[in-house]
T-cell receptor
Framework: ETGVTQTPRHLVMGMTNKKSLKCEQH?????MYWYKQSAKKPLELMFV???????ENNSVPSRFSPECPNSSHLFLHLHTLQPEDSALYLC??????????????FGEGSRLTVL | GQNIDQPTEMTATEGAIVQINCTYQ??????LFWYQQHAGEAPTFLSY??LDGLEEKGRFSSFLSRSKGYSYLLLKELQMKDSASYLC??????????WGAGTKLIIKP
């Protein structure tokens, strides 16, 4: 139990579907992250929110849309995805998006399969 | 470009010692992290090195040489539960984490 909870753990969707991934952290952190993890590839940072404001968007396609309503919750809205978007999507939190932001607390991820 | 290199897979025997290497080329350096990720689970923080030398934490130790752009994670008295992927990551000058692809460690009885 890392203090970061992701739902759903598994998701299968067609390319025309719309779905959302949810992340909740119970650690009192003020920065939250979405990462994409594909087999045998480095973690890819998608979005960073610090104090509920997006501070980074690493050129992610618009079919991925993040939402951070408060410092404890983070969503990733998905629509018209492609098969190559199939991956493990990890949420993480940290105390602050600053010099100590390398110590991240991860959720167990949402395994997404796009058919 | 920025790059982190670590072996894709390693195999070791229960009770033995294994060293997982990580070399990096990044724009600046603000520390190096090791994470452990068991299959189907969340990555968890293991260690942080920002100064040269060896940091020991129980059976695990992490070493850093900034001049060589090199780190290793040393696991002693290996146990079956140490079978996992080990991720190396560097915090660059913009305080962005640059990740390696991870090393899958297989422990055999």
């Amino acid at each position: 139990e890392t203090g970061v909870t992701q739902t759903p753990r598994h998701l299968v969707m067609g390319m025309t579907n719309k779905k959302s991934l949810k992340c909740e952290q119970h650690l009192g952190h003020n920065a939250m992250y979405w990462y994409k993890q594909s087999a045998k590839k480095p973690l890819e940072l998608m979005f960073v929110y610090s104090l509920e404001e997006r501070v980074e968007n690493n050129s992610v396609p618009s079919r991925f849309s993040p939402e951070c309503p408060n410092s404890s919750h983070l969503f990733l809205h998905l629509h018209t995805l492609q098969p190559e978007d199939s991956a493990l999507y990890l949420c993480a939190s940290s105390q602050a998006h600053d010099r100590v932001s390398g110590e991240l607390f991860f959720g167990e991820g949402s395994r997404l399969t796009v058919l | 470009g920025q790059n982190i290199d670590q072996p894709t897979e390693m195999t070791a025997t229960e009770g033995a010692i294994v060293q997982i290497n990580c070399t990096y080329q990044t724009s600046g350096f603000n520390g190096l992290f090791w994470y452990q990720q068991h299959a189907g689970e969340a990555p968890t923080f293991l260690s942080y090195n920002v100064l040269d030398g060896l940091e020991e934490k129980g059976r695990f130790s992490s070493f850093l040489s900034r001049s060589k752009g090199y780190s290793y994670l040393l696991l002693k008295e290996l146990q079956m539960k140490d079978s996992a992927s080990y991720l190396c990551a560097v915090l660059d000058s913009n305080y962005q984490l640059i990740w390696g692809a991870g090393t899958k460690l297989i422990i055999k009885p």
